[in-house]
């Protein structure tokens, strides 16, 4: 079974950093995309940033030049670094990840991890 587990998330004050890490374990074949999203309270979750398998990125606008997402193949790890954080950056954040098992592929999710930007 796939499992996506995330880490890194907390409290942090406006300015400060934070990296979150991904990591996918279980049986299968390959994993392609992989992305951050973020769900704030009362909010829809939105897509904060993606990377392929070839590494290509792209991020919201209002993330851009503040976050980047990285990954590691060989650990099968996706990073999302935070930087110059906002408290309108507090959310919810939680990996996804398009995994092959066989000759599909489908969509995991991490269990979500909290951060909070204070003002």
């Known amino acids: 079974q796939v499992q996506l587990v995330e880490s890194g998330g907390g409290l942090v004050q406006a300015g400060g950093s934070l990296r979150l890490s991904c990591a996918a374990s279980?049986?299968?074949?390959?994993?392609?995309?992989m992305a951050w999203y973020r769900q704030a309270p009362g909010k829809q979750r939105e897509l904060v940033a993606a990377i392929t398998s070839g590494g290509s990125t792209n991020y919201v606008d209002s993330v851009k030049g503040r976050f980047t997402i990285s990954r590691d193949n060989a650990k099968n790890t996706v990073y999302l670094q935070l930087n110059s954080l906002k408290p309108e950056d507090t959310a919810v954040y939680y990996c996804?990840?398009?995994?092959?098992?066989?000759?599909?592929?489908?969509?995991?999710w991490g269990q979500g991890t909290q951060v909070t930007v204070s003002s």
């Open positions: 996804n990840a398009n995994i092959a098992i066989g000759f599909r592929a489908n969509d995991y």
């Open positions: 279980g049986r299968f074949f390959s994993i392609n995309a």
